[in-house]
């Protein structure tokens, strides 16, 4: 059984910092593309950031260009979220998702598994 777990979410001012972790267990973890997303009140999910299967390949939504690093550690089946200038808009349920590819995609349809979910919220 795949499991996904996040943790390091919270409360922070504007301007603040937060590192987001997303602990896979279950599966072959460095096979596969990892991504994060988010969820506001009353929007859609969208997609954050995702990382290919090697750690070498990432991309990010447009939104958090510049602010956001998303890393993985194979060795710990770790996916990480480092966000930096944390803006109000940025306040969110965060989830981490594993996808069945070794290529990150902004589709959320292409992630297969799903974490609960870790709220940040910023202050502003």
């Given at each position: 059984q795949v499991q996904l777990v996040e943790s390091g979410g919270g409360l922070v001012q504007a301007g603040g910092?937060?590192?987001?972790?997303?602990?896979?267990?279950?599966?072959?973890?460095?096979?596969?593309?990892?991504?994060?997303?988010?969820?506001?009140?009353?929007?859609?999910?969208?997609?954050?950031?995702?990382?290919?299967?090697?750690?070498?390949?990432?991309?990010?939504?447009?939104?958090?260009?510049g602010r956001f690093t998303i890393s993985r550690d194979n060795a710990k089946n770790t996916v990480y979220l480092q966000m930096n200038s944390l803006i109000a808009e940025d306040t969110a349920l965060y989830y981490c998702a594993a996808?069945?590819?070794?290529?990150?995609?902004?589709?959320?349809i292409r992630y297969r598994y799903w974490g609960q979910g870790t709220q940040v919220t910023v202050s502003s």
């Open positions: 910092s937060l590192r987001l972790s997303c602990a896979v267990s279950g599966r072959t973890f460095s096979r596969y593309a990892m991504g994060w997303f988010r969820q506001a009140p009353g929007k859609e999910r969208e997609f954050v950031a995702g990382i290919g299967w090697s750690g070498r390949s990432t991309a990010y939504a447009d939104s958090v260009k996808s069945d590819s070794s290529v990150y995609a902004s589709d959320r």
